[in-house]
């Protein structure tokens, strides 16, 4: 078996299959590994001798009695294993018809038939659960998936944790290995390989039901430990020994008015949020100081400085000019707008930068009218989500992400108002938290209030309830 998988490992890559270089993923991050499976139809011995290897790896074929591929690149090798076998097929559909019988699972099967799912590449496991998920609705068992590759990125143990068993042909360690000994790849591509599958696990898939890492639910500590990001953890980590959820935005224009502020409010906030382009009398004594009131009182600094533009721009916006917004905000504010390269070319912007960054992805923005819906907004949370080792989390206004490690950033908070007059949109504290806040951002409630330290202290003691409330109510 070993030779035929070696041999196998060369083909795929002589048909481009397998790809080493420097590619983008689908919503434009780097990669040096891009697998293309689809290629095989092409090349029908390959894809034969592919479906045949593949059921090789069934332990007890007499147990199967129905074999579903994971639509696309799956679906020919499903086919040919159950011509070959005579073993009848499923198909999952993309997407459920409209007109008809409306069914998601195509072919004639009784409930508790046993189904293996068939599949080209895992990678998080989340196509396979997808496919998985419309057979358990149609009673169907399903306990094992047969995969061409493993990217070792967590998808397995993310099935695992389904009660799902993976097998598969190869790992990708095991493949380069392959490649490496036929010639075909270098040791230094394997290496640039090994570390990018080190940064970039897959995050764990909660499991609807137990919820063992729904965002909604888990307390700020355990989630600290779940996050990818240092300063993630840090950030969850402070919230609740300072027990506040409490984003303090000082968008005030003079630094002596920011300085006693963030004195006032610092130990009841978790953040203190600036526009710094709005200060009047900036100079770096004001950075200096605002550093020391955050060390001392523990909060974390904001830039929200909202980078929109090219990545070459925004590095140099992020690290140079007048701010160098670089050297001091723990995290800062970025419009995912110019694609995923953005968060690239900030890291390049953090080089040699000793503390841990951190960004905030502006998913969804709080005014009347805003143009962030539905693609944007589904785009900005996958970067979110495939970033999560520089992203800290999302501004948005709902429930966007399920991921445990990545915080919700919600501005438009004030308990006395609904609007201010230019088409900001509030909420009160409550409502911002069950809609999916972990960090409310209050600004004018805070700093226009008659007693500033008074009304700080009201906001941060309602948001706190409410996430309290949040995580103990059974029905959330
Ligand atoms: O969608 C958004 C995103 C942000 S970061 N809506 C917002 O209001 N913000 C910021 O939150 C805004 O720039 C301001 O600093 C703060 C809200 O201030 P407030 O005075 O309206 O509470």
């Not at 060369?10 to 689809?38: C, H, M, N, S, W």
């Not at 570390?195 to 500590?221: E, F, H, V």
Request: aromatic share 6%.
């Amino acid at each position: 078996m070993e030779e035929l998988l070696k041999k196998l490992a060369v083909e795929l890559y002589d048909v481009q299959a397998l790809k080493f270089g420097d590619f983008k993923t689908k919503i434009g991050l780097r990669t040096p590994i891009y697998f293309d499976l689809r290629v095989i139809i092409s090349y029908p011995k390959l894809m034969s001798a592919l479906a045949k290897a593949l059921w090789t790896l069934a332990d007890d074929v007499t147990k199967v009695s129905q074999i579903c591929g994971v639509p696309y690149t799956a679906l020919p090798l499903a086919t040919l294993i159950s011509v070959d076998n005579q073993i009848p097929m499923l198909m999952k559909r993309k997407e459920t018809k409209s007109y008809g019988t409306k069914k998601l699972i195509e072919g004639v099967f009784s409930s508790g038939d046993n189904c293996v799912i068939i599949e080209d590449v895992i990678t998080s496991g989340s196509s396979i659960l997808e496919t998985i998920d419309a057979l358990k609705k149609e009673h169907l068992n399903v306990t094992e998936a047969y995969v061409i590759i493993d990217r070792e990125q967590g998808g397995r143990k993310n099935l695992e944790n389904h009660g799902i068993k993976v097998k598969s042909l190869y790992v990708v360690t095991q493949l380069m290995q392959y490649l490496l000994e036929a010639g075909k790849i270098t040791s230094k591509v394997v290496k640039e390989v090994d570390d990018y599958l080190a940064m970039n696990q897959a995050p764990t898939i909660s499991i609807q039901g137990t919820i063992p890492n729904d965002r909604l639910k888990l307390p700020y500590c355990k989630r600290a430990k779940l996050a990818k990001n240092p300063l993630a953890s840090k950030l969850l980590e402070l919230m609740e020994s300072k027990q506040t959820n409490l984003c303090l935005a000082a968008d005030l224009k003079k630094t002596d008015a920011i300085l006693e502020l963030a004195n006032t409010a610092g130990p009841h906030i978790a953040v203190l949020k600036t526009h710094v382009d709005i200060i009047e009398d900036f100079n770096e004594g004001f950075i200096l100081q605002l550093k020391d009131l955050a060390k001392r009182h523990k909060f974390l600094l904001m830039e929200d400085r909202k980078f929109g533009d090219i990545g070459n721009t925004v590095s140099l916006q992020y690290r140079y000019g007048l701010y160098k917004i670089a050297e001091w905000a723990d995290l800062i504010t970025v419009h995912p707008i110019s694609g995923a390269s953005v968060i690239d070319a900030l890291k390049k912007g953090m080089k040699n930068i000793t503390e841990p960054r951190g960004i905030f992805l502006i998913a969804e923005m709080s005014s009347k009218g805003t143009l962030t819906t539905g693609d944007y907004l589904k785009s900005a949370v996958s970067m979110a989500e495939e970033a999560s080792n520089l992203v800290v989390g999302l501004v948005c206004q709902s429930n966007l992400s399920a991921q445990s490690g990545l915080l919700q950033l919600t501005p438009g908070v004030q308990l006395s108002k609904s609007d201010d007059g230019l088409d900001q949109q509030y909420n009160n504290p409550e409502t911002v938290i069950n809609a999916g806040a972990d960090l409310a951002v209050v600004g004018r409630g805070i700093t226009e209030a008659s007693n500033c330290l008074k009304a700080a202290l009201e906001y941060k003691r309602q948001l706190w309830n409410a996430y309290e409330k949040r995580i103990n109510s059974p029905d959330m």
